[in-house]
């Protein structure tokens, strides 16, 4: 059973609007989480993370929100642009950021 | 620039065959990874490697076996490739344990017929 869950294989969203990527978890040892993004033909980049002692952490154009009591976090993406169209993997740790297991990805499209 | 290189980008092999894929990393990075991506699934760790010559399992071990014999290369063995193992294959490398970033080569797709 998939401990990290994207229910969203995908979302497509107007350039300039928001972006909310959703990404649910079930271990309750998990303490760090991370977002990563992938474009084709290349390896996932990190884009940002959140430790559990926060329940956000913006960096510039992104924003991460986690609500433990829910399990679930989101990435905001505002405002979005074509750029960003990309696959998004959420993923979590909760052994010293030794072993990170990732969710299903969700696959962003912005239109111009 | 941290850069993770992968030998190949894409591979064709025939069930049973012995298949090699390589990971260089040039940032003298202790730790290294090799992960699969498969659709649906996200990226599964099949195993990672803490230091030379060190290796631990990861959630999807079985098929596969790894060698770590220098540090900036950490190779992923397929002893007898299966059609179950047609994935994407995703080499990371981090500076050390903890909340370093890992940072990922380009892939590596492999078909298995």
């Known amino acids: 059973d998939q401990q990290v869950k994207q229910n969203s294989p995908s979302l497509s969203v107007q350039e300039g609007r928001i972006s909310i990527l959703n990404c649910d978890y079930t271990n309750s040892m998990f303490d760090y989480f991370l977002w990563y993004k992938k474009y084709p033909a290349e390896g996932p980049t990190f884009l940002i993370s959140i430790s559990s002692i926060k329940d956000k952490n913006e960096d510039g154009r992104f924003t991460v929100f986690l609500n433990k009591s829910a399990k679930h976090l989101s990435l905001h993406i505002v405002p979005s642009q074509p750029g960003d169209s990309a696959v998004y993997f959420c993923?979590?740790?909760?052994?010293?950021?030794?072993?990170?297991?990732f969710g299903g990805g969700t696959r962003l499209m912005v239109k111009p | 620039d941290v850069k993770v290189t992968q030998s190949s980008r894409y591979l064709v092999k025939r069930t049973g065959e012995k298949v090699f894929l390589e990971c260089v990393q040039d940032m003298d990075h202790e730790n290294m990874f090799w992960y699969r991506q498969d659709p649906g699934l996200g990226l599964r760790l099949i195993y990672f490697?803490?230091?030379?010559?060190?290796?631990e399992k990861g959630d999807i071990p079985e098929g596969y076996s790894v060698s770590r014999e220098k540090k900036e290369r950490f190779s992923l063995i397929l002893e007898s490739a299966s059609t179950n193992q047609t994935s994407m294959y995703l080499c990371?490398?981090?500076?050390?344990?903890?909340?370093?970033?890992?940072?990922f080569g380009p892939g590596t797709r492999l078909l298995v017929l």
């Open positions: 993923a979590a740790s909760n052994n010293a950021g030794n072993m990170l297991t």
């Open positions: 990371a490398s981090r500076q050390r344990q903890g909340w370093e970033t890992q940072y």
């Open positions: 490697s803490y230091d030379v010559k060190m290796k």
